[in-house]
């Protein structure tokens, strides 16, 4: 995984770390980032020796302050439009990665940069992390999913507030809302992700694998189809060999060791 510029990657045991390294402009999103993302994610994807990664900034100061407003600003409609500026978001970063991946926040997430962090699996925030959507002071709604993720997340009387106004919000109410899984000290934030990563990362990863695409599922389901689906699931991965570790080492009281097959 060489040749990235504006992201850092970094390999530890089977746990990767990607880092938004733009710090001068607050690691905002412009078509490089998302290109070396890309690229990083469907090597990440690739690599069966990886099982988790983590997302996060460079920087004391943000995770991302939203995508490249300065590479936006005088760009015409019709660009955006043709181009169907965002839609590789979508398609290659959260449909394209079937592995798990944490967003790890360490301080502003807004704009793309909240976005981003909702198409993880889940965020683990600094306490000194914020939280907001100010497109609409820009002329624009989110465009890389807010509307829909955040209202998913928080609710609609939260979301609407913070996508009318731009208000942000910090860690703790973040967490209480539901955006964040848990809010660790800014100096614990790495450890803490790459440690949970670790704890995934031995899980069996077909099983991983499955418990994702079923929790997702949750999101775009009636109920009774989600029920079904989950069900076949669970039987599909009885015919696997990690569910023979994973039953035979529980009563045989000892820890599984899990190939993913
Ligand atoms: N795009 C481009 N550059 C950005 C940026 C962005 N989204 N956010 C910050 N920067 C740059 C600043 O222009 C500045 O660069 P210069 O030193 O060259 O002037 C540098 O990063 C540091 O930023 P500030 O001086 O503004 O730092 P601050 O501490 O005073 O303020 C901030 C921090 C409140 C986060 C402020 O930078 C800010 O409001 N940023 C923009 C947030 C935003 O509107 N995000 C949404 C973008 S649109 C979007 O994301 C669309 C979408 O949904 C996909």
């Known amino acids: 995984m060489a040749g990235f510029e504006v992201i850092t990657t970094e390999q530890r045991g089977a746990v990767l770390l990607i ?5 001068q402009a607050l690691n905002a999103l412009n078509a ?25 900034g460079a920087g004391e100061k943000a995770f991302a302050a939203g995508a490249d407003i300065k590479e936006m600003a005088d760009r015409p409609m019709v660009d ?36 981003v962090a909702m198409m993880a699996d889940f965020i683990i925030a600094s306490d000194r992390a914020k939280f907001g959507q100010p497109e609409v002071r820009l002329g624009v709604p989110p465009g890389m999913g807010g509307t ?13 507030e913070m996508i009318l106004t731009g208000r942000m919000i910090d860690a703790q109410e973040a967490e209480r809302a539901g955006l964040v899984a848990r809010v660790v000290a800014p100096e614990e934030l790495l450890d803490d992700a790459l440690a949970t990563a670790a704890t995934i990362a031995a899980m069996p990863p077909l099983a991983v694998l499955a418990c ?12 009774e189809q989600g029920i079904v689906h989950e069900r076949r699931l669970f039987q599909l991965m009885t015919a696997t060999a990690d569910k023979q570790e994973g039953m035979a ?13």
């Not at 880092?19 to 710090?23: I, V, Y």
């Not at 929790?215 to 009636?222: L, Y």
């Not at 080492?249 to 097959?261: L, N, S, Y």
């Open 19 to 23: 880092t938004l390294n733009r710090p």
């Open 32 to 56: 490089q980032v998302l290109e070396e993302l890309i690229a990083a994610f469907a090597d990440y994807e690739a690599d069966d020796g990886l099982r988790c990664a983590v997302v996060t």
């Open 80 to 115: 955006f439009y043709t181009a169907d500026m965002f839609a590789r978001w979508q398609s290659h970063v959260v449909k394209a990665v079937r592995k798990p991946w944490i967003a790890a926040v360490n301080g502003f997430a807004l704009g793309g940069g909240c976005e």
């Open 148 to 160: 829909q993720r955040l209202t998913r997340a928080v609710g609609k009387a939260k979301a609407m």
């Open 212 to 223: 994702k695409e079923l929790v997702n599922a949750a999101f775009e389901m009636p109920l």
């Open 249 to 261: 080492a529980f009563v045989e009281k000892r820890p599984g060791v899990f190939t993913g097959r």
